[in-house]
């Protein structure tokens, strides 16, 4: 029986106005070749700059890793040819990066899962080849991007868990605002690597490395793809090759692009040309203080103040709703009603209306006020349910829906007995049925006081009166 073992390589383009080295823009552009300068394409006598936002965002992100972080910033030269890198080598960190020996807990099928992370590392990126028959096409819009890699330990065994972790990672990375992390735009891009071992083996098997992938959904169909066809090699009694390979979307396989035997001699040397600065204990502690509470903290309080565990997930999951449930907590709105409101109403009137959380009139202040109005029996929870659609379609408050409409619900106990004795005297038979010991009809005449008092009359008290007034009769 064999275990599929396997490794990540996380890029992620970090969000500053300009790229690593050069004051070209750092934005998204279909224009090829747009954003770009003589230091992004390797002119003779260019000298790097480097960037500082991209170091400070770099080191929040190893920070909020659970990262060991340096006391210097120190850029390396990894010496290699390739169409898409003009200088010849790469700016990029190898004997000091920016974060080592980090971790990334995640909660899977109900069980903590602490996912280990060997090194994080600021580099520039690459430019971008399209490859037709007998030529391919640069675009350097690309090159020089702050680029930070996420390399993990091999400490996955399944898709499942690899997609839990990298959607947590996105998370993080949005709610501390170093990244887009969009896909769509190449912003975040995964490396896969993958091998096959028996469950009774120490050594790990020959990996295969997947490259440059850009969707998740895609991560799972490589990883599905690899387990299978590595276990079918060795199951024929065949060996798997080290090799690079890529996935054709098309055709749902991965090919191969180059096989490796030996690893790649890239030449690692301290880059000349960027001295080495020293980080201050302070700078260090100023960027740690700008992290905010993240998502799986997050989740274990919402869950601990009765939230269930998969609204709690949901709520977390941007950044943006969560500060919202948020302010409804310090508002003190109740946090399994205010949940269940929002992750069923809410998020489905945004996702309906393609709005963002800021976009829609409802704030959390009036999302408080209708809970309460709740709470205290002012309106009925179906009627509240009417007054939420209201707010937002109207764009009013609570309150102004609720005088607008004439919906505050009576809960006076002489008025709703008038009510309900009325009720009783116009459906005799219904109350003999109920003594006759049918007691399940009592439903039939809590609907007929609602429907007498125009569905202003709360229903509980309604219950209880209709009880103690049959009994009498």
Same mark, same amino acid.
């Given at each position: 029986?064999?275990?599929?073992?396997? %490794?990540?390589?996380?890029? @992620?383009?970090?969000?500053?106005?300009?790229?690593?080295?050069? %004051?070209?823009?750092?934005?998204?552009?279909?224009?090829?070749?747009?954003?770009?300068?003589?230091?992004?394409?390797?002119?003779?006598?260019?000298?790097?700059?480097?960037?500082?936002?991209?170091?400070?965002?770099?080191?929040?992100?190893?920070?909020?890793?659970? @990262?060991?972080?340096?006391?210097?910033?120190?850029?390396?030269?990894?010496?290699?040819?390739?169409?898409?890198?003009?200088?010849?080598?790469?700016?990029?960190? $190898?004997?000091?990066?920016?974060?080592?020996?980090?971790?990334?807990?995640?909660?899977?099928?109900?069980?903590?899962?602490? @996912?280990? /992370?060997?090194?994080?590392?600021?580099?520039?990126?690459?430019?971008?080849?399209?490859?037709?028959?007998?030529?391919?096409?640069?675009?350097?819009?690309?090159?020089?991007?702050?680029?930070?890699? /996420?390399?993990?330990?091999? *400490?996955?065994?399944?898709?499942?868990?690899?997609?839990?972790?990298?959607?947590?990672?996105?998370?993080?990375?949005?709610?501390?605002?170093?990244?887009?992390?969009?896909?769509?735009?190449?912003?975040?891009? *995964?490396?896969?690597?993958?091998?096959? $071992?028996?469950?009774?083996?120490?050594?790990?098997?020959?990996?295969?490395?997947?490259? %440059?992938?850009?969707?998740?959904?895609?991560?799972?169909?490589?990883?599905?793809?690899?387990?299978?066809?590595?276990?079918? /090699? +060795?199951?024929?009694?065949?060996?798997?090759?080290?090799?690079?390979?890529?996935?054709?979307?098309?055709?749902?396989?991965? =090919?191969? $692009?180059?096989?490796?035997?030996?690893?790649?001699?890239?030449?690692?040397?301290?880059?000349?040309?960027?001295? =080495?600065?020293? #980080?201050?204990?302070?700078?260090?502690?100023?960027?740690?203080?700008?992290?905010?509470? #993240?998502?799986?903290?997050?989740? +274990?309080?919402?869950?601990? #103040?009765? *939230?269930?565990?998969?609204?709690?997930?949901?709520?977390?999951?941007?950044?943006?709703?969560?500060?919202?449930?948020?302010?409804?907590?310090?508002?003190? %709105?109740?946090?399994?009603?205010?949940?269940?409101?929002?992750?069923?109403?809410?998020?489905?009137? $945004?996702?309906?209306?393609?709005?963002?959380?800021?976009?829609?009139?409802?704030?959390?202040?009036?999302?408080?006020?209708?809970?309460?109005? *709740?709470?205290?029996?002012?309106?009925?929870?179906?009627?509240?349910?009417?007054?939420?659609?209201?707010?937002?379609?109207?764009?009013?408050?609570?309150?102004?829906?609720?005088?607008?409409?004439?919906?505050?619900?009576?809960?006076?106990?002489?008025?709703?007995?008038?009510?309900?004795?009325?009720?009783?005297?116009?459906?005799?038979?219904?109350?003999?049925?109920?003594?006759?010991?049918?007691?399940?009809?009592?439903?039939?005449?809590?609907?007929?006081?609602?429907?007498?008092?125009?569905?202003?009359?709360?229903?509980?008290?309604?219950?209880?009166?209709?009880?103690?007034?049959?009994?009498?009769?």
């Amino acid at each position: 029986m064999y275990k599929a073992v396997i %490794g990540l390589e996380v890029h @992620c383009e970090l969000n500053t106005e300009s790229k690593m080295f050069s %004051g070209s823009k750092n934005t998204y552009s279909k224009v090829p070749n747009e954003n770009i300068s003589v230091i992004d394409l390797a002119f003779p006598g260019i000298l790097p700059l480097p960037n500082k936002e991209a170091i400070r965002k770099a080191l929040k992100l190893a920070m909020a890793l659970n @990262c060991e972080v340096p006391d210097i910033v120190k850029f390396d030269r990894k010496n290699y040819y390739y169409p898409d890198l003009p200088k010849g080598y790469q700016l990029t960190q $190898m004997t000091k990066p920016f974060g080592r020996n980090g971790h990334l807990t995640i909660n899977f099928n109900g069980e903590e899962k602490k @996912c280990t /992370i060997h090194q994080l590392h600021l580099e520039e990126d690459t430019a971008n080849m399209d490859h037709y028959d007998g030529y391919s096409l640069l675009d350097y819009n690309r090159a020089g991007i702050p680029l930070v890699e /996420i390399v993990t330990d091999p *400490v996955f065994n399944d898709e499942k868990t690899v997609i839990e972790f990298l959607e947590s990672l996105r998370s993080i990375i949005k709610y501390i605002d170093v990244s887009e992390a969009s896909s769509d735009k190449g912003q975040l891009r *995964v490396d896969v690597n993958i091998s096959m $071992m028996k469950e009774t083996d120490t050594e790990l098997g020959v990996r295969a490395e997947i490259k %440059g992938i850009n969707s998740f959904n895609s991560v799972k169909e490589i990883i599905l793809y690899e387990m299978e066809r590595q276990r079918e /090699i +060795l199951e024929s009694g065949g060996q798997v090759k080290q090799e690079t390979r890529r996935w054709v979307d098309d055709e749902k396989v991965t =090919v191969s $692009m180059r096989e490796k035997v030996d690893a790649i001699d890239y030449k690692f040397y301290v880059e000349p040309n960027i001295p =080495v600065v020293k #980080l201050d204990k302070e700078f260090l502690d100023e960027i740690r203080k700008e992290i905010p509470a #993240l998502p799986y903290e997050r989740e +274990l309080k919402y869950i601990s #103040l009765g *939230v269930n565990s998969k609204d709690a997930r949901t709520l977390v999951r941007e950044k943006a709703i969560s500060d919202f449930f948020e302010s409804v907590l310090s508002l003190g %709105g109740d946090a399994k009603d205010a949940a269940n409101w929002m992750t069923t109403r809410l998020l489905g009137f $945004m996702n309906t209306n393609n709005k963002t959380i800021e976009e829609v009139y409802l704030t959390p202040e009036m999302l408080v006020e209708l809970i309460n109005m *709740v709470k205290s029996g002012k309106i009925s929870s179906q009627q509240a349910k009417e007054v939420f659609a209201s707010v937002l379609e109207e764009e009013k408050s609570p309150s102004e829906i609720v005088k607008e409409k004439g919906m505050e619900q009576i809960s006076d106990p002489d008025l709703i007995r008038d009510i309900v004795n009325k009720v009783l005297d116009e459906n005799p038979s219904q109350l003999e049925t109920y003594k006759s010991g049918k007691t399940n009809i009592i439903g039939f005449f809590v609907g007929q006081v609602l429907k007498a008092s125009g569905g202003k009359a709360n229903p509980g008290v309604a219950s209880k009166i209709l009880n103690e007034e049959i009994v009498k009769r």
